[in-house]
């Protein structure tokens, strides 16, 4: 009976995990690309510049939602 519990939980835990872990990367790599697209067209000088830095802070920013998948795949199949 416990054994039931702990599977139930773990899987209530790693779909809470997922929901968290992808609505965060979500929200901000939205929210990055946005502000970038909205600095290339105020100065289209530094799109190169820009570009960049988006680039590299998506890919810190989806790290998260990594995170939270292996954090959830450890809760579904080592518990």
């Known amino acids: ?5 702990v599977k139930a939980a773990c899987a209530i835990g790693a779909g809470i995990a997922m929901g968290f872990g992808a609505i965060g990367p979500a929200v901000g790599e939205g929210n990055a ?28 920013t989806e790290s998260t939602g990594i995170y939270s998948l ?5 809760l579904l199949f080592v518990f």
Request: aromatic share 0%; charged share 20%; with cysteine.
């Open 70 to 74: 292996v954090i959830a795949l450890l």
């Open 33 to 60: 690309v946005g502000k970038a697209l909205e600095g290339m067209a105020r100065q289209p000088e530094m799109a190169n510049d820009l570009r960049t830095n988006m680039i590299l802070g998506c890919a810190i």
């Open 1 to 5: 009976m416990e054994a039931a519990i």
